[in-house]
């Protein structure tokens, strides 16, 4: 037997539903407020009652008990429902820790996969900070025999290929500041070259990628050309840079194929004398 009574209200005729124990009270209709006297036996649900429809379903509860009191009779079925939604939804904790597993072994595979793809995305001068060290010293004829050509610009650039995008020569040329602030430097090193001013000794030290062949290029900041560059400096260096005159404009340039195979390459003095 259900141990509630569902019964319609005297004045608006709403379902309602109470629990057995209030048969015979009077108790105040949730709808309209009237007092309605609870009978000893359940009226049968209509297809009238389905139509009144989930939006005027509450619950109100009687000052003197602990359990609901008076709902209107649809929300029985709600919660029976509800309940029986729950039922389905539950699943064994062990379930749970498989699941959680599952989850932990599928993140640190996509993570350890984005580490790969990394690796082999990153730029070519990050794998060259491993590599070779190229040093050598830049001379330019003084007043007392040769000297360091401080502020010479020397520059490694891979052969075999070509920029997507030809350096500005304007921005290279000796006496401009060659840091990560000038545009060019970091689109050098992100080809897989370097670049780099020799000292006041006229010494120099870059490190590039030791399984690259590269070509090495110095131009002058103190020693003058007497004379114009030849073809062959246009077909291996020209193709590098916008407009390779203005990168030299009159200094003294001088230019090699170089492959450091090894930790420490030393390329030796650079005498750029011209005779």
Do not use: H, W
């Not at 009159?250 to 030796?268: E, F, L, Q, S, T």
């Amino acid at each position: 037997m259900s141990q509630r009574i569902k019964f319609r209200c005297a004045s608006c005729n709403k379902p309602l539903s109470i629990g057995r124990r209030k048969i015979g009270a009077a108790v105040a209709c949730p709808k309209c407020k009237t007092k309605t006297v609870v009978p000893e036996t359940s009226f049968e649900s209509s297809a009238s009652d389905a139509e009144e429809g989930l939006l005027n379903e509450f619950q109100v509860y009687d000052d003197d008990f602990d359990e609901p009191s008076l709902v209107y009779a649809d929300d029985e079925i709600s919660r029976k429902a509800e309940l029986q939604l729950n039922d389905r939804l539950s699943v064994p904790r062990k379930a749970v820790y498989f699941q959680g597993v599952l989850l932990g072994i599928v993140a640190i595979f996509f993570f350890l996969l984005g580490l790969l793809i990394g690796s082999t995305t990153a730029p070519k001068n990050q794998g060259a900070q491993s590599g070779a060290n190229v040093s050598g010293t830049v001379l330019v004829p003084g007043e007392n025999g040769l000297m360091g050509d401080e502020g010479a610009v020397v520059i490694l650039l891979p052969t075999g290929e070509a920029p997507n995008q030809r350096f500005d020569s304007v921005e290279l040329q000796p006496g401009r500041t060659l840091t990560g602030s000038n545009p060019e430097v970091p689109l050098i090193r992100g080809f897989g070259g370097n670049i780099c001013t020799a000292n006041r000794a006229g010494n120099f030290q870059m490190i590039v990628d030791s399984k690259q062949e590269y070509v090495l290029i110095v131009i002058s900041k103190n020693g003058k050309r007497l004379r114009d560059l030849d073809d062959r400096f246009y077909s291996e260096v020209g193709f590098y840079f916008t407009n390779p005159e203005e990168l030299v404009l009159d200094r003294i340039c001088y230019y090699k194929k170089i492959r450091p195979a090894r930790a420490n390459v030393r390329v030796g003095e650079i005498n750029l004398s011209e005779k």
